[in-house]
């Protein structure tokens, strides 16, 4: 029996708890901070994550076996190197990358700069700085619009800009170094080529030297209907993805995933975790848009309840490099998951609703994200942006969203929103 500490709050960690906690392996499941929904299923926990010796001390009191890494910004900041660097910690596994390896998300300049490296296909770029924005200036000048500008280092998912007038471009470049509007993100800003075809998210697990491959999703992570308005966190997806089919498939894997894998080996930089390739289909090729290192969410929500192997297996593989022994079964059903969210998010929103409707939901599974608990009475209440995801599986992708969108209908709380569009750019 395995004693897991999760680290992160939102869907995803709901998602990996709800399938975690199915597996004879598991333990005691601690999630800090969690939610309301894996606070059903684990015990939450608040820990101060750049406090190392509560860490430490939490870790070694509840004598966990491995922990379990969510979102980006705690690999970034090299949590698993401070494992490996403290004698007593150094034995438990943590699945997700070393500071090194976290670079893949945490550094666009050196995403691009190993992409290139690898021949892995991606956007040509330039990088710029803050003492060459007047070439930076000429270099938007010289490119057709529409224009992209990426922030170089994480931007809680606002760092992408696509702009189609030249002013706009340099003006915006200009507030990225000059006045760091993306704060230190911006420090280095990567000019790309703009890229035109229809993305998806490709998901693998690996400790190094092996992967396998889960399943893949399509995430829509604009506010509005017909994928208009300001970028989200994601407001749901789907799996599986109609145009990625075997042959497509194949493609990603020996010219991307592949070359990725071995990319990482000749580098010499150890990784055991999520790689999520950000891809988009031109024609009939696949591109990198970005690298992340770690589970998507939404896919998360959509991607983890098609997997039925066990996933504590997975992971045990992933921390004993045993990887290559195991093998991962798919359920060949559709599933979607639609996000429910607050008002006026992405931008200002209120908290503290009561969320009506949780218990009238069937043949659904619900992940929460911006939820908590109040106590002594157990309401739930919202408590971020986006709250819940409503996840349910069909024959195929229509019958999976039909019965996604009648549940979401019984749930209620002041302001809700959800886009009732999900799939639409998959139906020709």
């Known amino acids: 029996m395995v004693n897991v500490l999760l680290i992160g709050g939102g869907g995803r960690e709901h998602a990996l708890t709800w399938k975690m906690v199915q597996s004879s392996k598991i333990g005691q499941l601690y999630i800090a901070p969690g939610n309301a929904g894996?606070?059903?299923?684990?015990?939450?926990?608040?820990?101060?994550?750049?406090?190392?010796?509560?860490?430490?001390?939490?870790?070694?009191?509840?004598k966990i076996d491995m922990v379990i890494v969510g979102p980006e910004a705690p690999l970034v900041d090299?949590?698993?190197?401070?494992?490996?660097?403290?004698d007593d910690l150094k034995l438990i596994p943590v699945i997700g990358p070393?500071?090194?390896?976290?670079?893949?998300?945490?550094?666009?300049?050196?995403a691009n700069a190993f992409m290139k490296k690898y021949g892995i296909p991606t956007a040509d770029y330039k990088t710029f700085t803050k003492d060459t924005l007047s070439d930076g200036l000429l270099y938007l000048a010289s490119k057709n619009p529409p224009y992209v500008l990426k922030a170089d280092g994480l931007a809680a998912g606002k760092g992408v800009l696509i702009l189609n007038e030249l002013e706009e471009a340099q003006s915006e470049l200009k507030a990225m170094l000059e006045e760091a509007k993306f704060g230190s993100a911006s420090r280095k800003v990567i000019i790309e080529d703009f890229l035109d075809g229809i993305e998806?998210?490709?998901?693998?697990?690996?400790?190094?030297?092996s992967y396998v491959i889960l399943p893949e999703a399509k995430d829509y992570k604009r506010i509005g209907e017909g994928d208009t308005g300001l970028n989200t966190g994601g407001m749901g997806s789907i799996s599986p993805v109609a145009f990625a089919d075997k042959s497509f498939m194949q493609k990603i894997e020996r010219k991307i995933i592949k070359?990725?894998?071995?990319?990482l080996r000749k580098e010499k930089i150890e990784y055991k975790g999520f790689i999520f390739f950000g891809l988009i289909k031109v024609k009939d090729e696949p591109y990198v848009i970005e690298y992340n290192v770690r589970m998507g969410d939404p896919e998360a929500e959509s991607v983890i309840p098609r997997i039925k192997s066990d996933i504590m297996d997975l992971f045990t593989g992933i921390a004993e490099g045993t990887l290559a022994q195991k093998t991962i079964d798919i359920d060949p059903r559709h599933t979607a998951a639609v996000f429910l969210v607050s008002g006026g998010y992405p931008e200002a929103y209120e908290k503290g609703y009561v969320i009506n409707g949780l218990d009238q939901v069937d043949d659904c599974i619900l992940f929460h994200a911006g939820t908590k608990s109040e106590e002594p009475n157990g309401e739930v209440k919202t408590n971020g942006g986006r709250v819940l995801a409503v996840c349910s599986y069909g024959e195929n992708m229509e019958e999976a969203l039909k019965t996604a969108y009648k549940n979401a209908e019984k749930i209620h709380f002041k302001d809700i929103y959800y886009r009732k569009d999900l799939g639409f750019d998959l139906n020709a």
Request: charged share 25%.
């Open 38 to 62: 894996t606070g059903k299923i684990g015990i939450n926990v608040t820990i101060d994550f750049n406090d190392m010796r509560a860490v430490k001390t939490f870790v070694l009191l509840h």
């Open 78 to 86: 090299g949590i698993h190197d401070r494992f490996l660097a403290d």
């Open 259 to 263: 070359p990725t894998i071995e990319g």
């Open 200 to 209: 998806l998210s490709v998901f693998v697990l690996t400790d190094g030297k």
């Open 98 to 110: 070393c500071k090194q390896g976290a670079m893949l998300e945490g550094s666009k300049d050196f």
